[in-house]
């Protein structure tokens, strides 16, 4: 019997992982409690995504654990011990703006939560692979610092410029503002990787950019091109925040990051650090996915743009994932940014 921890498995990764592994044959055990509806309230829960999974798939098994509560984590883990084949630990509190409000829950869920489950994983479960969802917030500001350009519709960086092709894992996380989101993500970052080369378990850490895909359920404060696409349909407004609309990020379809673990599952490292994401190839800026969700949904956005940035928000990312596809050579995105969003636009329609 192989069997396959998910936590966080009602969100977008995490539902996409249950999916994944539950069709590789692992007998798979989802630990996600809902607080993103608590977080960002009724367009946050995820519920309807559980229900979906427990209906879909025999081999899925349901617990509504908080990954804080160490005892009731250890009952899962005692019970299955080296059964447990891989872990991706996707739980999270997402939001910088959000965790200003509560930095003692943000970082109780990001940090300690990270804790409780890499310990439970050296005790019980040592040769299992264990998975992290890192993020890009753990570079903090320092993206910021780079030399743009500003062309009609997006910030850039010209070509000659050695980050053209997007940011590496050889970017510092030191001296920059992270908020502190940032801050409680890059620890859970660290944690995985010390238990990776220190103590000796498989560990990945995915340092993602945007991820999306139709199962995700965006809010305004996580969940960039979902949330977009919501307020498009619904014909509400749309509120941009800073940088004249004209901030870059790559987008990544959540199917493409799963098949990236399952790469690393196949041939694992230990503490081994991948940024992650869709690349320049499915990079845009805000405006960009407004043109480009206006062509496909045939209704134009009303949208303002706000003058003030949110606090620690990148003008300019986009993941360099060379590293990853020199280690795993076969693995190749599916999803085209326009591909990704047809296929929310058709769900969410």
Known sequence: MSIAIVTGSSGLVGSEAVEFLSRKGFDVIGIDNNFRKYFFGKNGDTNWRKDQLIKKFKNFTHFNFDIRDFDKLKKIFLKNKKNIKII?????????????KEPITDFSINAIGTLNILELTKLYAYEAIFILVSTNKVYGDTPNKLNFIELKNRWELKKKDKLFKGINETMTIDNSLHSLFGVSKCSADLLAQEYGKNIGLKTGIFRAGCISGPNHS??????????????????????????????????????????????????????????????????????EAISIIENISNIEMNYKINVKNRLGDHQWYISDIQKFKNHYKKFSLKYSLKAIIQEIIELKS
């Open 88 to 100: 991706i630990h996707a739980a999270a509190q997402p939001s910088h703006d959000w965790a200003t």
């Open 218 to 287: 965006g809010a305004e404060l996580h969940g960039f091109l979902n949330y977009l696409v919501q307020v498009n349909l619904k014909k509400k407004k749309y509120s941009i925040y800073g940088y004249k609309g004209k901030q870059v990020r790559d987008n990544m379809h959540s199917y493409d990051l799963i098949n990236s673990f399952w790469h690393f599952f196949k041939s694992p490292r230990n503490g081994e650090v991948y940024n992650i994401g869709g690349s320049r190839e499915n990079s845009c800026s805000i405006l």
